[in-house]
């Protein structure tokens, strides 16, 4: 079955410390999004990717880093200088038939 | 830029009956829509996809319309089951063959027995 599949479900994170979410795809999909989610506050992109080896600066950015180097796989680097890390992070992917999402990352800074 | 409203935030009603939810959108230049639903602490699931040529969808107990002049669409689900609590989300893409979406916050359902 084709998909999304996002790892770990739950991450805990120490102050001052990098984490990366896995997010890898079986869709051929060109188009990868990263999400993040608070309550209340909706659905806000964080990067995007069109393409191998190219992404994009979503509405909130700063303090994530991604890369691109195979189409399957977009992860996502929370570092240091994200300064309020909790939250519900989604990735997603879209073709012509329209987006699929990934079960989810849970983040909390302990 | 885009704004995408859904009303009511929140919405209750007895299994059994019909409803149906709203999703607005400020700029009416868009490609296609998408319908979710997010159970809690997971993914968002696609309902419906309603591309730009199109004017609904259905599946199952589900039809989306799509109206891109008033800037509205509308969930229409029948015969409500328990297992239709969830919070409903919809997505408007800009621009053609543009995959962005905005989302709405939602409308959270509940289904009661």
């Known amino acids: 079955d084709g998909g999304i599949t996002q790892s770990p479900k739950y991450l805990f994170r120490k102050e001052g410390q990098n984490v990366t979410l896995s997010c890898e795809q079986n869709l051929n999909h060109d188009a990868m999004y990263w999400y993040r989610q608070d309550p209340g506050q909706g659905l806000r992109l964080i990067y995007y990717?069109?393409?191998?080896?190219?992404?994009q600066k979503g509405d909130i950015a700063e303090g994530y880093s991604v890369s691109r180097e195979k189409k399957e796989s977009f992860p996502l680097t929370v570092t240091s200088a994200q300064k309020n890390p909790t939250a519900f992070y989604l990735c997603a992917s879209a073709g012509w038939e329209g987006y699929t999402f990934g079960s989810g990352t849970r983040l909390t800074v302990v | 830029k885009q704004e995408v409203t859904q009303i009511p935030a929140a919405l209750s009603v007895p299994e059994g009956e019909n409803l149906v939810l709203n999703c607005s959108f400020t700029d009416s230049a868009i490609y296609n829509l998408q319908w979710f639903r997010q159970d809690p602490g997971k993914g968002l699931t696609s309902l419906l996809l309603?591309?730009?040529?199109?004017r609904e969808q259905t599946s199952g107990r589900l039809n989306a319309s799509l109206d891109k002049s008033s800037g509205r669409s509308t969930l229409y689900i029948a015969a409500s089951q328990p297992g239709d609590s969830a919070t409903y989300l919809c997505a408007v893409y800009s621009g053609a063959g543009s995959y962005q979406l905005t989302f709405g916050k939602g409308t959270k359902l509940s289904v009661i027995p």
């Open positions: 309603i591309q730009s040529s199109q």
């Open positions: 990717s069109q393409i191998v080896n190219d992404f």
